[in-house]
């Protein structure tokens, strides 16, 4: 499953590689929403948490569904701005009918259909109920908010963008004066890389989620989804995020510039795994004699007649299923004068479970 781009015809001039106050609080705040699912930031979490107030915080839990379960496709430009200001005046000349649609139907970056066919909920009587019959599974107070967006639609506008304006104010302007320069520097490397290998060498810098496909013309992201868009006459952006890890969103709305924002490796380590990969990770420990060489390699390294020996198999078979095991990462192999000695790869067997819920989540 995966979200393709349609990047035929485009130039390297087309893709962007930036940074973005605005994408980046919206990372922030899925992460103070939804702070189980994120162990490796649980430190800032519970830091930004005791610097927010009552007030703020129950206006965040009020607006969620910007930034919990999927994330606002407005929240993520594709032309960012200098700063969170500018971001945020973008998004006030964006048409009610626009801003609407974005917040309660087309979000992308989530695993909701996109309905394509249905107009703004201002407009369109079906997407209307859709919006309110979404928000009434959530409860009574998420359905109350949404029919206070569709019925006064620039009130809700203005105290959306004050709660981010307040949110800048209370934490993320701190944090993000922490975090821009890695986020620029990250940027600028994949610009370089683009430049100097082109868009392929690019991506696989960005994630081993992201890749090109065989014709050179789609950009395909490892999803829960099957979708796809094309960036013609628009071009991809692409935005480093130090709060996103795992996540890996993708705007690919019809009318929406496709844009990545992707974690960054030097920020959120380690980095995304495909879930491709995870399956032959899987696959490869799912049979019997696999998972005996493992154990035994677990306690020391070992040749193949060793191990041979130790389970009373042929020297083939051993190297078969050795052979199936390093394809997948889970052991490594080193020559010592005329053998070769086989070892567990540590970091990829202890993540694998740890890879298997990022790689959903995302």
């Not at 699912?37 to 005791?50: C, F, K, M, V």
């Amino acid at each position: 499953m995966s979200v393709t781009i349609d990047i035929s015809g485009l130039g390297k001039e087309s893709f962007r590689f930036l940074p973005s106050a605005l994408a980046e609080l919206g990372s922030a705040l899925h992460l103070i929403v939804e702070p189980a699912h994120h162990a490796s930031q649980q430190d800032w979490i519970r830091r930004t948490l005791e610097a927010i107030d009552a007030d703020l915080m129950d206006r965040l839990q009020t607006a969620d569904f910007l930034w919990r379960t999927s994330r606002a496709d407005m929240l993520l430009p594709a032309h960012p701005g200098a700063s969170l200001g500018e971001e945020l005046d973008a998004l006030d000349r964006l048409s009610d009918e626009t801003w609407v649609n974005a917040a309660l139907i087309t979000s992308s970056c989530g695993v909701v259909p996109l309905h394509p066919e249905l107009k703004s909920p201002l407009v369109d009587p079906a997407a209307r109920k859709l919006a309110r019959d979404r928000a009434g599974v959530r409860g009574q107070r998420q359905l109350d908010f949404v029919d206070f967006v569709l019925s006064e639609p620039a009130k809700v506008r203005a105290w959306v963008r004050t709660l981010l304006e307040d949110c800048e104010n209370a934490f993320f302007a701190v944090a993000w004066e922490q975090i821009v320069g890695s986020l620029k520097r990250d940027a600028r490397q994949k610009h370089d890389l683009l430049l100097s290998s082109g868009i392929s060498s690019a991506l696989e810098a960005v994630s081993e989620a992201v890749t090109l496909d065989r014709s050179g013309h789609r950009i395909v992201v490892d999803k829960l989804q099957d979708r796809g868009t094309s960036a013609a006459g628009q071009g991809v952006t692409f935005l480093p995020s130090a709060f996103g890890h795992p996540h890996l969103l993708v705007v690919h709305a019809p009318g929406w510039q496709p844009v990545i924002q992707y974690p960054v490796t030097e920020l959120a380590s380690p980095a995304i795994t495909g879930l491709e990969a995870l399956q032959e990770r899987i696959h490869a420990l799912d049979h019997p004699v696999r998972l005996r060489l493992v154990r035994s390699l677990l306690r020391s390294p070992l040749t193949t007649l060793e191990l041979a020996e130790t389970w009373q198999l042929s020297a083939p078979e051993v190297s078969r299923h050795l052979a199936v095991l390093k394809e997948a990462g889970i052991v490594d192999s080193s020559r010592q004068g005329r053998f070769v000695r086989y070892d567990i790869n540590l970091l990829v067997t202890a993540r694998l479970g740890t890879d298997l819920i990022e790689a959903l989540q995302r």
